[in-house]
């Protein structure tokens, strides 16, 4: 697809995001065809279809066959209105028993190059929350891949996420309650158990957290994993997504947003963060590169609401990093030189095309 078009369908999908959003276009609405929008908007068929479609992904409007498309977002309940065995579809497409591979190649060459080129460098110790350069990167890669736009100094560098978990047990403090989604990834409710963190357990639904376990929790702050919550694969609807915002906007809450496995995605783009949605400086976004490079590199990275930076600094900045400089430095390549978006987005087309090859069977 050219860059025009991209440009072309993207625009056009996040406006008429906004406008279902903001209630422009209510629920059970029927929006323009394709082609009525494409003779208004001055853009090609194609570009309004990939809009659509993406649309259509994230819960905002549903197809009807002969009938056309109509708005299934409603900002006032917390479930989308797709049927009860759409809603559990699963975006990565069963990539636990895949090998998403990072090319080894690629990965041996930047070691050298960086061993070559930096080696004075890389048995110094870190600065405590990570080098600089590699936290610009990471700063510059949500920017372009998750519209995430923060400033590097909100980023924490840490070995993996069961390091960051224990830190945020350390910054938000064991005085407040938190709510796990129920299953949840194991380790997530040891780590703040030994943390001496209470926490609620809340049943998931088919789109997430169900409504009436959130409402009734007393927790001040949700761990959850919005696009593929593990074991079960479930991922949050739009609507869900701006229930768990506005869970956190009505009072003094705080949301952990835990993005497993989110490059993955077989969407037309990367889904998007509560991070990104969030209406108040209110969410901690967590990922690592466990996924998109390899396990064995146990390297992760938080980022936080710009309110808690200094009480971080102040209650948990004397903790040294606990990951190696000579890592950081090559991350820090692989991300500024193209090879980690190349090779997620290479990952990306071949899930999709499974998962397109799936559906059809």
């Not at 629920?27 to 065809?33: D, L, R």
């Not at 065995?85 to 699963?90: I, R």
């Not at 915002?245 to 993005?259: L, Q």
């Not at 590169?289 to 948990?316: C, Q, W």
């Amino acid at each position: 697809m050219k860059k025009t078009d991209d440009s072309a369908y993207m625009k056009l999908y996040k406006q008429i995001k906004k406008n279902i959003v903001d209630g422009v276009y209510p629920y059970n609405t029927k929006i323009p065809s394709k082609r009525t929008l494409a003779s208004e908007a001055g853009v090609s068929v194609i570009s309004v279809e990939h809009a659509y479609d993406l649309l259509r992904d994230e819960g905002y409007i549903r197809s009807v066959e002969k009938s056309g498309y109509f708005v299934d977002f409603r900002a006032t309940d917390g479930f989308s209105s797709f049927p009860e065995e759409m809603q559990s579809v699963n975006t990565s497409f069963n990539s636990n028993s895949d090998r998403l591979v990072f090319p080894v190649s690629v990965l041996s060459k930047t070691m050298r190059n960086i061993l070559t080129n930096r080696q004075d460098e890389i048995l110094l110790k870190s600065p405590n929350a990570g080098l600089p350069e590699f936290r610009e990167a990471i700063s510059k890669y949500l920017a372009r891949n998750k519209d995430i736009h923060i400033d590097p100094s909100a980023i924490v560098i840490g070995s993996g996420a069961e390091y960051l978990y224990n830190l945020i047990a350390g910054l938000i403090g064991s005085d407040r309650i938190f709510a796990l989604e129920d299953p949840s990834y194991e380790k997530i409710r040891k780590v703040y158990k030994n943390a001496n963190v209470k926490y609620e357990l809340l049943a998931l639904g088919n789109d997430g957290i169900e409504s009436k376990a959130l409402n009734k929790t007393k927790a001040q702050v949700l761990h959850i994993s919005p696009f593929r919550s593990f074991p079960t694969g479930i991922s949050a609807s739009a609507s869900k997504r701006y229930e768990y915002i506005r869970w956190a906007d009505s009072s003094d809450r705080i949301i952990v947003e835990d993005d497993f496995e989110s490059e993955f995605s077989v969407l037309g783009k990367p889904v998007e963060t509560l991070f990104s949605m969030a209406t108040k400086d209110n969410v901690i976004y967590l990922n690592t590169f466990s996924k998109t490079i390899s396990p064995a590199i146990r390297v992760g990275y938080m980022v936080l609401p710009e309110h808690l930076i200094d009480t971080f600094n102040k209650k948990l900045g004397f903790y040294s990093c606990t990951v190696p400089t000579f890592e950081q430095l090559v991350l820090t390549e692989l991300i500024n030189n193209g090879s980690f978006e190349r090779h997620i987005n290479r990952i990306r087309r071949q899930l999709r095309s499974r998962h397109t090859n799936h559906e059809q069977q």
